[in-house]
């Protein structure tokens, strides 16, 4: 029966990256069934604390993330939660050694967005590295598996990963985290003020961080790649929409990927997938 339980609570965590993006829950569809299940659980965990300090905005933010966050490292400790997200999150975090650290590093970033509505340097790249970059070497935990080496040589690039996709995520929300959370997380920057050469400045620091990226992606594991290229074309797809818009209209509506698009990406990548894997699998002549 606790084979049921565990079922039901990894079902739990794939529901809500279904439920909550489209985009991450088809690139996850991409990779190796093996990697499926921890992804997922990442993702619900992390989706969770997010909501809290996002949207619960009734009731006791504070409390509910320090809860939240005593029952996460409580979980990883005693290896089991009745919480199926938590418990779905400690089964990965306990079978792949995710590093604790990471997810101190996370926590601290959701904190921050309790008080923090203005960012300097050294606390907009803390916030990124814990809400995102972590995260990203989360899933590289599990993608390289017990091969040390691989994990070390590719934490850079997992790094830019992730903050290129916190950047991108920033731009496209810049109207509703102001309006509706009051923050503004480029650094030294005024909404009401926002200019088109800070804009460019902005897609300048996010292209370099997909070009460091992208050596990286193409070094994952065959059953991690196609899922993370995904991930990748998904978000240089929504960068170049933000690229073209003005920052006239970026103060008035959010900027967005339209489904069919992500439709053809996905098709896309499973071609190339499909394709690489035909040429490994064939001999050299």
Same mark, same amino acid.
């Given at each position: ?6 079922? =039901? ?5 794939? *529901?809500?990256?279904? !439920? @909550? ?18 992804? @997922? ?15 619960? *905005? ?14 996460? @490292?409580?979980? +990883? ?27 101190? #590093? ?10 923090? =509505? ?23 935990? !599990? ?7 691989? @994990?070390?040589?590719? +934490?850079?690039?997992?790094? #830019?990963?992730?903050? #290129? ?70 978000? +240089? ?23 069919? *698009? ?6 896309? =990548? ?16």
């Amino acid at each position: 029966m606790f084979s049921l339980f565990e079922k =039901t609570a990894a079902d739990c965590s794939k *529901h809500i990256t279904g !439920i @909550y993006s489209t985009s991450f829950s088809l690139g996850i569809k991409t990779l190796s069934h093996k990697y499926r299940e921890p992804i @997922y659980a990442i993702y619900g965990m992390v989706r969770y604390a997010d909501e809290i300090v996002d949207t619960f *905005h009734d009731y006791d933010k504070k409390y509910l993330l320090q809860k939240f966050k005593k029952d996460t @490292y409580e979980a +990883i400790e005693q290896k089991i939660s009745l919480n199926p997200v938590l418990h779905s999150f400690q089964k990965a975090v306990n079978r792949h050694n995710i590093p604790l650290g990471l997810i101190d #590093a996370f926590f601290k970033s959701m904190e921050m967005d309790l008080y923090e =509505t203005a960012y300097g340097e050294e606390s907009y790249n803390e916030y990124i590295y814990g809400s995102a970059e972590a995260v990203g070497l989360m899933c590289l935990k !599990i993608f390289t598996g017990k091969d040390s080496q691989a @994990y070390e040589n590719l +934490i850079g690039p997992a790094r #830019a990963l992730g903050a #290129a996709f916190q950047k991108v995520n920033f731009l496209r929300d810049m109207k509703s985290d102001y309006q509706e959370r009051g923050r503004v997380y480029f650094p030294g920057t005024d909404f009401q003020d926002f200019k088109e050469q800070t804009k460019l400045k902005i897609e300048e620091e996010i292209a370099s961080d997909f070009q460091l990226a992208y050596k990286g992606i193409i070094q994952l594991p065959t059953g991690a790649r196609g899922g993370v290229l995904l991930a990748y074309k998904y978000y +240089i797809g929504l960068f170049n929409r933000i690229k073209r818009v003005p920052v006239s209209r970026m103060k008035e509506a959010r900027i967005r990927v339209p489904d069919l *698009h992500k439709l053809y990406l996905l098709a896309e =990548t499973l071609v190339q997938q499909q394709f690489s894997q035909l040429l490994v699998s064939r001999p050299i002549e």
